[in-house]
């Protein structure tokens, strides 16, 4: 009896020592929140951090947050960087292993607390002369997610008149857009941007640019939704911006630009190059772009060069590429893309409506316009050139040209239209040939084998 005695007493006592020993490793919750006017450091020792007031960063203080800190936010409330009375830095690097991870404290959930701004006054990133970062605001290695309960709808971070420094950040599950940037000339790279919703008449599903000159590059923007237009990127009144080397597939907009959607009335450059826009999608009707959507005013100009667009689809016009302008000076660039296996119910693979430019060494292959009349590959109004694309294997005609009689014909020579036979290629476009209502096209001298400076043609049947 004594001995089964002493067991049981030893088990209780293991009992208990086990139990102090888990409490020993599972820190308490630290709750923050109100002003930080003086440099503070949350320390991965005294993680979680729970926020139950709005966090304020300002009168010239920096808050540094360790790498595997995890910072919880009450519902509705927000981090913010600058304010009135002073400036505010956020120094928040994680690692690989150990991300920071910015998330609500009361669910799992988009839209259950606010957001993350870098206001007007907080500090800039800056770089060395080979763009290393070397100071200033920046977010890498972190997650920010559930957030977007924002009046305003704007996004889950909130870039103002500033420029921080987005690395490797995952941006996921938010009920308002990811990321909303407006003046300023942040850089965002390797950031995964993924699951957002801009509901609502918002542009924008994953990244809007409503003002600035910000850079996107080497990005994975993928499953966001729009209300309105832009389900991956919207770019709205910009100043000089650079998307270029993203990955922008599977997002959707209710209207125009499934992937990309560009609103452009300054005279800054756009330029939107080396991006995989795949399988984006616009559900109705107004002018559509499923891929890419560029509506440029006054002199503003776009380029889009060695893109990627393939697979996307839309209601309306141009499963791949829509360019409108409401001025003929526009200067849109299209150059050296890949147009493949994109649907739309007319124009399939693209669609120019009274802008000026270049539409050339483009490879344009099984695309398929599936309602409108006539059935197209392109569509032009207009008189870009159209030179040295590689355009065939297209159900419809593959050029109609929108001019009327009497306009200047449409110069569209050297391109290989998948055959060297004359009149196999006047079958392929719709002009005044036949019709006197309409203008004609200029499509000699033709290629008589593919222009193998575009972008190669995939293969059939993969």
Not at 104 to 116: A, F, K
Not at 285 to 302: E, I, K, P, R, T
Not at 454 to 462: F, G, M, Q, Y
Request: aromatic letters at 8%.
């Amino acid at each position: 009896m004594n001995k089964l005695y002493r067991l049981l007493s030893v088990a209780i006592l293991l009992t208990l020592a086990a139990y102090a020993l888990f409490a020993l490793d599972t820190p308490a919750a630290y709750a923050v929140g109100g002003d930080i006017t003086e440099d503070t450091t949350w320390e991965l020792t005294s993680s979680p951090y729970i926020v139950t007031s709005n966090v304020v960063v300002k009168d010239g203080a920096t808050l540094t947050i360790e790498p595997g800190v995890e910072v919880r936010f009450d519902d509705g409330v927000y981090l913010r960087m600058g304010y009135s009375t002073g400036s505010g830095q956020l120094v928040a690097r994680g690692t690989i292993t150990n991300p920071i991870t910015f998330t609500s404290n009361t669910g799992t959930s988009p839209g259950l607390w606010g957001y993350i701004r870098f206001a007007d006054n907080s500090v800039d990133a800056t770089y060395d002369a080979y763009g290393n970062y070397t100071g200033g605001s920046i977010l890498q290695h972190t997650v920010i997610e559930y957030a977007g309960e924002d009046s305003g709808n704007f996004g889950a971070l909130q870039i103002y008149d500033s420029a921080p420094f987005v690395d490797q950040t995952t941006i996921r599950s938010n009920a308002s857009r990811g990321v909303y940037i407006s003046g300023g000339s942040p850089k965002l790279s390797d950031n995964i941007i993924i699951n957002n919703t801009a509901s609502g008449n918002k542009h924008g599903g994953g990244v809007l640019i409503s003002r600035g000159s910000a850079t996107l590059a080497h990005n994975n923007i993928s499953g966001n939704s729009a209300g309105n237009c832009g389900g991956g990127v919207g770019i709205s009144v910009p100043d000089t911006v650079t998307i270029t080397h993203n990955t922008i597939i599977g997002n959707s907009a209710k209207y125009d630009g499934g992937g990309i959607y560009l609103h452009h009335t300054g005279d800054g450059a756009v330029t939107i190059s080396d991006n995989i826009v795949v399988g984006n999608s616009t559900t109705s009707h107004q002018n559509g772009g499923g891929g890419v959507f560029a509506d440029l005013y006054y002199f503003a100009q776009a380029t889009l060069t060695r893109n990627v667009v393939a697979e996307n689809s839309t209601v309306e016009n141009a499963g791949g590429i829509l360019i409108k302008s409401g001025s003929g000076s526009t200067n849109a660039t299209v150059e050296n893309n890949s147009l493949v296996r994109n649907t739309a119910k007319s124009s399939a693979a693209g669609h120019w409506v009274n802008a000026g430019g270049s539409f050339s060494s483009n490879t344009l292959v099984d695309n398929v316009a599936d309602g409108g009349d006539p059935l197209q590959a392109v569509y032009v109004l207009g008189h870009p050139l159209f030179n040295d694309n590689n355009i065939y294997r297209n159900n419809g005609y593959a050029l109609n040209n929108g001019n009327l009689e009497g306009s200047p014909d449409l110069d569209a020579t050297d391109n290989w239209w998948g055959t060297a036979d004359d009149a196999a290629i006047q079958t392929l476009i719709r002009d005044g040939n036949g019709n006197t209502y309409w203008g004609l096209v200029n499509y000699s001298p033709y290629r008589a084998v593919h222009n193998t400076a575009a972008p190669i043609s995939p293969p059939i049947n993969v």
